[in-house]
């Protein structure tokens, strides 16, 4: 059976309401056109974790009331400051948030690539994330000796959803050195990819595009949708400044946040 | 612009640069215009040292997604990074995620990133705000994100070293500040009024060094140009034009 699937409708039909959510950061690769297609489909109740931390794509399913529970070690817009949703949610106390520090996400991701339950990580003690993250646990160092370290338990997304440069009919998956992208599809349970263009061949059979790419076995489901992480950049190109300065200013309101998803899904 | 010949940004850079005099590796965070121009000022001046800038595809060495600066940190890999915080207190704890009472913040801020374990592992860390107030520089933060002092027992091969504000500069040892030296137009007295934690200073401090004519020439030729490649804006406010 090919991954490859006609539309957005299709590519997300394997996440359902109330499932965990991984994305990635604002420099790698967001499916920002299978999020309006979530958005529109009025999505529900998720667990999103950035990867390991978001913007633009966080803060819009975060203003819809989208998101039940929020894990991340950061959100904002990049160079155009806070995420307004995500900040208003937090002020109001409205939002459940796991904060986290960027390490403790990787760390988890890989937790979960292995199929343990947990994984050790230097740092963070005398942190008040350890207050916040009572299922970040402190042991002692089992090979040493008063040596307390930090555990973090595994992250098993449901779904990750990405957008990257190309996939071929096979369901091979391009991510060159965004390797973030590798990881979070060994962690999850479901990979949803958007791609800009379909590779004609395989892109296992020359080593070097085979070594940045995520084999068809973890990648449930493909969509070719060129600009699908618009505005947001991608590779060379860059992101809609305007458009997001527009977002950064007008969604600090409720209804300004309103207009601006209502246009955008137009 | 002051009436001095050189911006308080262009002043920022050069003493952070200065502070990287020796090393080997330097990392600096995403959306971090100062200490990515204090890096590169460094690395003009002394072309053996390596940066890493995240949010960069020139100076991005990595192949390893994202988790490859935190795996390389934890080696020892990286001699310095730069951190900042919305509250820094006089333990050099620092405070990324809110003000108030952390359920219901009185004002939520984007999250502590990789501060938490970059703080404990790179064996420089060097903290930097512009802002030197007392609302910034405050006597216990309301979060700490990442701990200025562990006990001994803590794993720690790093920690804070210094911090450069837009006033001062100063060092941090045994859970300590000390003031440095106070940069043109302040002195220590009013660098104590503007801050809100103790800290020691001599009897006498001395004025930060001003730019020197090699250190501006780099920093509005090669350093502005590569800047400018990431943040364009920053550059615009914060850079004499290159003379000509």
Known sequence: ?266 | MNSLSYTEEELMACVMARLLRGLRHVAVGALSPLPASAALLAQALEPGLQVTILGSRKHLRFTDGGRELFDCAAQGRIDAFFLSGAQIDGQANINLVGVGDYAKPDRRFPGSFGSAYLYHLVPKVILFRQEHTARIFVPQVDFISAAGVSPPNVYRPGGPQHLVTGRAEFAFSEGQFRLVSTHPGTDAEAVRAATGFEFESAASVPGTPAPAPDELEALRGAVRAAVSEIYPAFVARAFAAPTP
């Open chain 1, 1 to 266: 059976m090919s991954q490859l699937v006609p539309d957005l409708t299709t590519l997300l039909a394997p996440l359902s309401d109330g499932m965990s959510l991984a994305i990635p950061p604002d420099y790698s690769g967001v499916a920002l056109a299978a999020t309006q297609a979530l958005l529109k489909r009025g999505v529900r109740d998720l667990h999103l974790i950035a990867v390991p931390q978001a913007g633009l794509q966080a803060d819009l399913l975060i203003g819809a009331g989208c998101v039940k529970l929020l894990e991340a070690a950061g959100i904002n817009l990049g160079e155009h400051g806070l995420a307004p949703r995500f900040t208003a949610a937090m002020q109001a106390g409205e939002l459940r948030m796991r904060d986290a520090t960027c390490p403790a996400i990787h760390a988890g991701l890989q937790a979960a690539e292995k199929g343990i339950p947990f994984i050790p990580l230097r740092g963070i003690l005398g942190s008040d994330l350890l207050r916040v993250r009572p299922d970040w646990r402190v042991i002692d160092n089992p090979y040493g000796e008063n040596d307390p370290i930090v555990l973090i338990p595994a992250i098993r997304p449901d779904v990750a959803l990405f957008h990257a440069r190309m996939a071929d009919r096979d369901g091979n998956v391009w991510v060159g050195i965004r390797r973030e992208l590798l990881l979070m599809a060994h962690a999850a349970q479901h990979t949803l990819v958007t791609v800009e263009e379909i590779y004609e061949g395989s892109l296992l059979d020359d080593p070097a595009l085979a070594a940045g790419t995520i084999p068809a076995l973890y990648v449930t489901r493909v969509c070719e949708v060129p600009g699908g992480m618009r505005p947001l950049g991608f590779e060379d190109e860059p992101s809609d400044a305007a458009l997001l300065a527009r977002y950064a200013n007008v969604a600090r309101s409720v209804e300004g946040f309103d207009g601006f998803l209502r246009e955008w899904l137009a």
